[in-house]
C-alpha cells in the first residue's frame, strides 16, 4: 500500500506563491512516476504537472507554464509544487498521485496512487 499525504494549501491573493508538499508514508516515493492535479468547481479533475518515472521529466499545463514547478527532494521522500503568482483560476482542490508506469501520462486514470487533497484559494 502507497498512502500519499498532501500539505501546503491556503487562502491567498492573486500574485501571492504557495508551496505544496506530497509524502508517501512509510516508503520513498522512488520508482515512481509523480503528477499533480487539480479540481475547481464545476470543472472535472485535470492534469497541472507531471515527473516521468525514467527521466524525471517535468512537463506542464500550459496554464501554468512559467508560474508553477514540480520537484521531488534529493531523497525522493516528499513531491512538491511551487505555484508563484498565483490567479484566481488557479483555484481547486490539488491532489498528488503517483504510478509504476512508464511515460508521459496526463490522465487521473492513469494513476494508482493518491492524495487526499489540499484545497487552494485565490480571491481578492
Known amino acids: 500500500q502507497v498512502q500519499l499525504v498532501e500539505s501546503g494549501g491556503g487562502l491567498v491573493q492573486p500574485g501571492d506563491s504557495l508551496s505544496l508538499s506530497c509524502t508517501a508514508s512509510?516508503?520513498?516515493?522512488?520508482?515512481?512516476?509523480l503528477a499533480w492535479f487539480r479540481q475547481a468547481p464545476g470543472k472535472g479533475r485535470e492534469f497541472v504537472a507531471i515527473?516521468?518515472?525514467?527521466?524525471?521529466?517535468?512537463y506542464y499545463r500550459d496554464s501554468v507554464k512559467g508560474r508553477f514547478t514540480i520537484s521531488r527532494d534529493n531523497a525522493n521522500t516528499t513531491l512538491y509544487l511551487q505555484m508563484n503568482s498565483l490567479k484566481p483560476e488557479d483555484t481547486a482542490v490539488y491532489y498528488c498521485?503517483?504510478?509504476?508506469?512508464?511515460?508521459?501520462?496526463?490522465?487521473?486514470?492513469?494513476?494508482?496512487?493518491w492524495g487526499q487533497g489540499t484545497q487552494v484559494s485565490v480571491s481578492s
Open positions: 498521485a503517483a504510478t509504476f508506469a512508464y511515460g508521459e501520462l496526463y490522465h487521473p486514470d492513469e494513476y494508482r496512487w
Open positions: 512509510g516508503r520513498t516515493l522512488s520508482g515512481f512516476g
Open positions: 515527473l516521468t518515472r525514467t527521466t524525471a521529466g517535468a
